[in-house]
Protein backbone atom coordinates (compact mmCIF):
# COMPACT_ATOMS: atom_id res chain seq x y z
CA UNK A 1 0.00 0.00 0.00
CA UNK A 2 0.82 3.49 -0.60
CA UNK A 3 -0.63 6.93 -0.21
CA UNK A 4 -0.26 8.47 -3.49
CA UNK A 5 -1.95 12.00 -2.97
CA UNK A 6 -1.86 14.31 0.32
CA UNK A 7 -3.64 17.54 0.65
CA UNK A 8 -2.13 19.72 3.41
CA UNK A 9 -3.36 22.84 5.08
CA UNK A 10 -1.36 25.68 4.00
CA UNK A 11 -1.10 26.90 7.91
CA UNK A 12 0.64 23.56 8.81
CA UNK A 13 2.54 22.54 4.93
CA UNK A 14 5.91 23.71 5.99
CA UNK A 15 6.33 22.22 8.97
CA UNK A 16 4.68 19.21 7.56
CA UNK A 17 7.25 18.76 4.86
CA UNK A 18 9.66 19.36 7.11
CA UNK A 19 8.34 16.26 8.89
CA UNK A 20 8.09 14.17 5.74
CA UNK A 21 11.89 15.14 4.58
CA UNK A 22 12.65 13.64 7.50
CA UNK A 23 10.95 10.45 7.53
CA UNK A 24 12.26 9.65 4.38
CA UNK A 25 15.91 9.87 5.48
CA UNK A 26 14.71 6.91 7.93
CA UNK A 27 12.91 4.61 5.31
CA UNK A 28 14.51 1.22 4.15
CA UNK A 29 14.20 -0.12 1.20
CA UNK A 30 14.44 -3.71 0.46
CA UNK A 31 13.42 -7.24 0.58
CA UNK A 32 9.53 -7.03 2.35
CA UNK A 33 10.39 -10.56 4.06
CA UNK A 34 12.51 -8.44 6.35
CA UNK A 35 11.15 -6.73 9.58
CA UNK A 36 13.46 -3.95 8.69
CA UNK A 37 11.88 -3.20 5.61
CA UNK A 38 9.74 0.04 5.44
CA UNK A 39 9.38 -0.30 1.62
CA UNK A 40 9.69 -3.60 -0.98
CA UNK A 41 9.68 -3.91 -4.91
CA UNK A 42 6.54 -2.41 -7.00
CA UNK A 43 4.94 -5.68 -8.73
CA UNK A 44 7.04 -5.88 -11.72
CA UNK A 45 10.19 -3.87 -13.28
CA UNK A 46 7.70 -2.94 -16.28
CA UNK A 47 5.62 -1.01 -13.37
CA UNK A 48 8.98 0.61 -12.23
CA UNK A 49 9.82 1.18 -15.52
CA UNK A 50 6.44 3.42 -16.04
CA UNK A 51 6.84 5.06 -12.43
CA UNK A 52 10.64 5.93 -13.11
CA UNK A 53 9.32 8.02 -16.28
CA UNK A 54 5.82 9.45 -13.86
CA UNK A 55 9.28 10.51 -11.62
CA UNK A 56 10.80 12.10 -14.24
CA UNK A 57 8.24 14.24 -15.66
CA UNK A 58 7.51 14.88 -11.98
CA UNK A 59 11.23 16.39 -12.20
CA UNK A 60 9.95 18.87 -14.38
CA UNK A 61 6.47 19.61 -13.28
CA UNK A 62 6.58 19.56 -9.59
CA UNK A 63 8.81 20.74 -6.57
CA UNK A 64 11.29 17.82 -5.34
CA UNK A 65 10.98 17.88 -1.50
CA UNK A 66 13.05 14.38 -0.78
CA UNK A 67 13.89 11.34 -2.27
CA UNK A 68 15.18 8.25 -0.77
CA UNK A 69 17.42 5.42 -1.91
CA UNK A 70 17.71 2.07 -3.37
CA UNK A 71 20.14 -0.09 -1.84
CA UNK A 72 23.35 -1.74 -3.60
CA UNK A 73 22.46 -4.59 -5.55
CA UNK A 74 18.64 -4.10 -5.76
CA UNK A 75 19.00 -1.23 -8.95
CA UNK A 76 18.54 -4.18 -11.44
CA UNK A 77 14.84 -5.41 -10.03
CA UNK A 78 11.53 -4.16 -9.46
CA UNK A 79 12.45 -1.70 -6.36
CA UNK A 80 12.41 1.73 -6.64
CA UNK A 81 13.57 5.07 -4.51
CA UNK A 82 10.75 6.83 -2.51
CA UNK A 83 10.08 10.42 -3.92
CA UNK A 84 7.65 13.08 -2.28
CA UNK A 85 6.92 15.35 -4.81
CA UNK A 86 4.83 19.14 -4.05
CA UNK A 87 2.39 19.40 -7.51
CA UNK A 88 0.44 22.67 -8.00
CA UNK A 89 -2.91 21.13 -8.63
CA UNK A 90 -4.69 17.32 -8.62
CA UNK A 91 -4.88 17.64 -12.38
CA UNK A 92 -1.02 17.27 -13.08
CA UNK A 93 -1.43 14.16 -12.18
CA UNK A 94 -2.47 12.07 -15.44
CA UNK A 95 -3.34 8.23 -14.02
CA UNK A 96 -3.24 6.31 -10.60
CA UNK A 97 0.48 5.81 -10.23
CA UNK A 98 0.75 3.58 -7.11
CA UNK A 99 4.31 3.23 -6.27
CA UNK A 100 6.37 4.70 -3.43
CA UNK A 101 5.38 8.16 -4.88
CA UNK A 102 3.63 10.80 -3.13
CA UNK A 103 2.08 13.84 -4.18
CA UNK A 104 1.77 16.90 -2.04
CA UNK A 105 -0.48 19.64 -2.83
CA UNK A 106 -1.41 22.56 -0.76
CA UNK A 107 -4.69 24.12 0.07
CA UNK A 108 -6.16 27.49 1.96
CA UNK A 109 -8.80 26.82 4.59
CA UNK A 110 -12.13 27.55 3.18
CA UNK A 111 -10.88 25.48 0.07
CA UNK A 112 -12.40 22.72 1.08
CA UNK A 113 -14.91 22.46 -1.05
CA UNK A 114 -12.58 22.90 -4.21
CA UNK A 115 -10.37 19.91 -3.17
CA UNK A 116 -13.25 17.83 -3.30
CA UNK A 117 -14.71 18.72 -6.59
CA UNK A 118 -11.20 17.98 -7.69
CA UNK A 119 -10.75 14.82 -6.13
CA UNK A 120 -14.85 13.76 -7.19
CA UNK A 121 -13.68 14.54 -11.16
CA UNK A 122 -10.56 12.37 -10.88
CA UNK A 123 -13.05 10.00 -11.07
CA UNK A 124 -11.11 7.45 -9.00
CA UNK A 125 -12.32 6.21 -5.49
CA UNK A 126 -9.87 3.75 -3.75
CA UNK A 127 -9.15 4.89 0.00
CA UNK A 128 -9.39 8.68 1.34
CA UNK A 129 -8.86 9.67 4.83
CA UNK A 130 -8.90 12.39 6.76
CA UNK A 131 -6.81 13.99 9.94
CA UNK A 132 -9.37 16.37 12.14
CA UNK A 133 -10.34 16.82 15.45
CA UNK A 134 -13.71 18.45 14.22
CA UNK A 135 -16.15 15.15 13.89
CA UNK A 136 -18.44 16.96 11.96
CA UNK A 137 -15.67 17.70 9.49
CA UNK A 138 -15.14 14.52 8.44
CA UNK A 139 -18.21 12.99 8.62
CA UNK A 140 -19.10 15.94 5.98
CA UNK A 141 -16.51 14.88 4.38
CA UNK A 142 -17.06 11.27 3.83
CA UNK A 143 -20.66 11.76 3.01
CA UNK A 144 -19.59 13.97 -0.14
CA UNK A 145 -17.18 11.30 -1.38
CA UNK A 146 -17.71 7.69 -2.47
CA UNK A 147 -14.48 5.41 -1.85
CA UNK A 148 -14.17 2.07 -1.26
CA UNK A 149 -12.27 2.69 2.35
CA UNK A 150 -12.38 5.22 4.76
CA UNK A 151 -10.25 6.22 7.38
CA UNK A 152 -10.21 9.42 10.30
CA UNK A 153 -7.29 10.28 12.06
CA UNK A 154 -4.48 7.14 11.36
CA UNK A 155 -2.31 5.33 8.63
CA UNK A 156 -4.33 5.11 5.83
CA UNK A 157 -2.89 1.71 4.50
CA UNK A 158 -3.14 -2.05 6.16
CA UNK A 159 -6.96 -3.39 5.44
CA UNK A 160 -6.73 -6.69 6.71
CA UNK A 161 -7.96 -9.19 3.65
CA UNK A 162 -10.65 -11.71 4.41
CA UNK A 163 -10.98 -9.25 8.05
CA UNK A 164 -11.86 -5.64 6.51
CA UNK A 165 -13.77 -5.02 3.63
CA UNK A 166 -11.07 -3.52 1.39
CA UNK A 167 -12.25 -2.11 -2.68
CA UNK A 168 -12.91 0.79 -4.43
CA UNK A 169 -15.74 2.89 -6.35
CA UNK A 170 -15.77 4.41 -9.57
CA UNK A 171 -12.52 3.74 -11.51
CA UNK A 172 -10.53 2.42 -8.80
CA UNK A 173 -13.37 -1.30 -8.44
CA UNK A 174 -16.73 -1.99 -7.86
CA UNK A 175 -17.25 -1.38 -3.97
CA UNK A 176 -16.07 -3.47 -1.41
CA UNK A 177 -14.41 -6.58 -1.47
CA UNK A 178 -12.08 -9.21 0.47
Known amino acids: SAARILFVQSDIAERTLELLAGKMDELTVGDPGLLSTDIGPVINVSSRNGLAKHIDRMHREAKLIAKGD ?10 LAPHIFEIPALSTLRDEEFGPILHVIRFKHGDMDRVMADIDAT ?11 IEGRWLDLFARHSVGNIYVNRNMIGAVVGVQPFGGMGLSGTGPKA
Not at 70 to 79: A, E, I, K, M, T
Not at 126 to 132: D, E, I, R, Y
Request: hydrophobic content about 30%; charged content about 15%; aromatic content about 14%.
Open 123 to 133: GFGLTFGVHSR
Open 70 to 79: VPDGLQDGSY
